[in-house]
């Protein structure tokens, strides 16, 4: 019967509206109440249901974010390396560490939940995926028997604090690249973390963030236009987003114009598209999209029924900003 009643509720954007603006609630109480555990982030333990999937995955985000920089594996060598949102898998700051990086620093602002033993397979299947060089540095790192011990000095872990509030991490230590995926979207104001992160880049440093620009699934799992949190006001949507890690809304304009404004040379790569999905592995990535290459009608369709309900800050931006779904931005420091 409840579980009924929940289905009814889903279909509804009232109740769904009401539901994230307690869960949001509720986040922010457990969060000042000291209790940081959750599932944001845990991947490895809810989403994907095997170790090789689990290592897949690390692969996979490790090799976008050379694919998108530009970067070679060769340079990586000596780099010390932020990871913001790490979630509950430290592996692809291991895979870091055994292409060359000399430290990874993670930070999150939760503590995903986790399986300890299931954890440690999958960092077992991982150092066996390595090439010899590789397997000795990450031994370096990395300590597996019946636990997992990291050496701090090569992997550190961090919980508890926003990046712009992490304190042990502003003591003039500086990162040569900073690096996420799915994070920033959870940042309902990104625009501080930026400041932070640019602090803690060094001249010539680089971010690279996958971030996703949809609605996470709220409505659109739920058989409504995918565009339907969008057509809510700001003063509640804050309330449903603020605390609780649901999309921020920001769109790849405002990521360009931000970047420009910290003076940074970037990159906007284009990899989820409204109504198509992830193009994430076409034959080279994408800076722009053209109707009948990347989307068809059916995609503008979706925006064409629902404008006329959107927020006014919305409404009237082109198709071509509404249609992308999620990005990987890359940006570049200047040198001082």
């Known amino acids: 019967m409840v579980n009924q009643l929940k289905r009814v509720l889903k279909k509804s954007k009232s109740a769904i509206v009401a539901w994230k603006v ?27 249901t095997t170790v090789a999937q689990s290592v897949d995955y690390i692969f996979t985000q490790f090799n976008d974010y050379l694919r998108y920089s530009g970067l070679a594996v060769e340079d990586l060598e000596g780099k010390r390396i932020f990871e913001l949102g790490f979630g509950d898998n430290v592996g692809v700051g291991l895979k870091f560490i055994a292409a060359g990086a000399s430290e990874v620093v993670g930070l999150d602002k939760f503590y995903s939940k986790r399986d300890i033993a299931h954890q440690l397979e999958i960092y077992k299947a991982l150092r066996e995926r390595l090439d010899e060089k590789e397997k000795q540095r990450f031994d370096e790192a990395v300590k597996l028997s019946s636990t ?32 996420s995926r799915a994070v920033i979207q959870d940042l309902y104001e990104p625009e501080e973390a930026f400041r932070a992160m640019d602090r803690l880049l060094k001249p010539a440093g680089m971010m690279l963030h996958k971030i996703d620009m949809s609605d996470q699934g709220v409505f659109r799992d739920n058989g409504m236009n995918p565009l339907t949190f969008l057509t809510i006001p700001e003063s509640i949507y804050r309330r449903m987003a603020l605390d609780s890690g649901q999309s921020n809304r920001k769109l790849g304009s405002y990521y360009r114009e931000l970047m ?22 076409g034959p080279s990535p994408l800076r722009s ?26 409404r009237d931006l082109p198709d071509t900003e509404l249609l992308v779904d999620g990005i990987f931005l890359i940006a570049k420091k200047p040198v001082d």
């Open 289 to 314: 999209i053209q109707l009948g290459q990347h989307y068809s009608e059916s995609s503008l369709n979706l925006i064409q029924k629902i404008r006329p309900k959107l927020q006014p800050k919305f």
């Open 148 to 179: 997992i011990e990291l050496n701090s000095d090569r992997v550190r872990c961090i919980y508890g604090f926003d990046v712009e509030n992490a304190s042990e991490l502003h003591n003039g230590e500086k990162f040569d690249l900073i690096v």
């Open 260 to 281: 420009t404004k910290l003076g940074y040379q970037t990159s906007i790569f284009i990899t989820n598209i409204l109504g198509v999905g992830d193009v994430n592995g």
């Open 22 to 48: 307690y869960e949001n609630w509720a986040v922010k109480r457990r969060f000042e109440a000291g209790n940081q555990e959750s599932l944001l982030g845990s991947t490895h333990s809810t989403v994907l």
